[in-house]
T-cell receptor
Framework: SAVISQKPSRDICQRGTSLTIQCQVD?????MFWYRQQPGQSLTLIAT?????????ESGFVIDKFPISRPNLTFSTLTVSNMSPEDSSIYLC?????????????FGEGSWLTVV | AQTVTQSQPEMSVQEAETVTLSCTYD???????LFWYKQPPSRQMILVIR??????QNATENRFSVNFQKAAKSFSLKISDSQLGDAAMYFC???????????FGKGTKLSVKP
């Protein structure tokens, strides 16, 4: 398994502000992923974060709104910029961990943001 | 395009009974993985079981097993001897080969009655 820590676990944010979410993994991984889960919805991939290169964003997500950093192989941050109530969601990071049986994907505990 | 469909928004099961959650998917990839994740009220995504598409044998993990029908693109989850702690949202997810980006279904909310 993988130990993935996210901070903050929960926060209430003011409209128009920005918040940075941290994701720390217990061992080096090549790719890290950021997902969003809006209230009552499923998970949607925001972007893939590779160390040493720009993040790759999915359709509907842009770097200006969700800048991502990946300074090393165990850490990444996602910033939610200029927040509005529509950004109230759980944000989760995930990693791929290879095993003898193949790839398995693990998630952090999630960061639950409420924008007021 | 890849899609994952969970047609049961909610399911209920009596404690100690067996329940099956449905999932169908569509992909043009030949190398892919399928996952079931459990999300309790704590919101953490917990891996329940995984299945490689190239394996014909259905994966099992204690009380959890899957019925993987590749031709039908079906991947159902069977929970045996259901326990109160099994109550949660269950998400079916599809992943490509060595990639870690997943496509999720909309989820099934499972209730367990004592």
């Amino acid at each position: 398994s993988a130990v993935i820590s996210q901070k903050p676990s929960r926060d209430i944010c003011q409209r128009g502000t920005s918040l940075t979410i941290q994701c720390q993994v217990d061992s080096q991984v090549t790719m890290m992923f950021w997902y969003r889960q809006q209230p009552g919805q499923s998970l949607t991939l925001i972007a893939t974060a590779n160390q040493g290169s720009e993040a790759t964003y999915e359709s509907g997500f842009v770097i200006d709104k969700f800048p991502i950093s990946r300074p090393n192989l165990t850490f990444s941050t996602l910033t939610v910029s200029n927040m509005s109530p529509e950004d109230s969601s759980i944000y989760l990071c995930s990693v791929v961990r290879g095993t003898e049986e193949g790839n398995t994907i693990y998630f952090g505990e999630g960061s639950w943001l409420t924008v007021v | 395009a890849q899609t994952v469909t969970q047609s049961q928004p909610e399911m209920s099961v009596q404690e100690a009974e067996t329940v099956t959650l449905s999932c169908t998917y569509d992909t043009s990839e030949s190398d892919y993985y399928l996952f079931w994740y459990k999300q309790p009220p704590s919101r953490q995504m917990i891996l329940v079981i995984r299945q490689e598409a190239y394996k014909q044998q259905n994966a099992t993990e204690n009380r959890f097993s899957v019925n993987f029908q590749k031709a039908a693109k079906s991947f159902s989850l069977k929970i045996s001897d259901s326990q109160l702690g099994d109550a949660a949202m269950y998400f079916c997810a599809l992943g490509r080969g060595s990639q870690g980006n997943l496509i999720f279904g909309k989820g099934t909310k499972l209730s367990v009655k004592p």
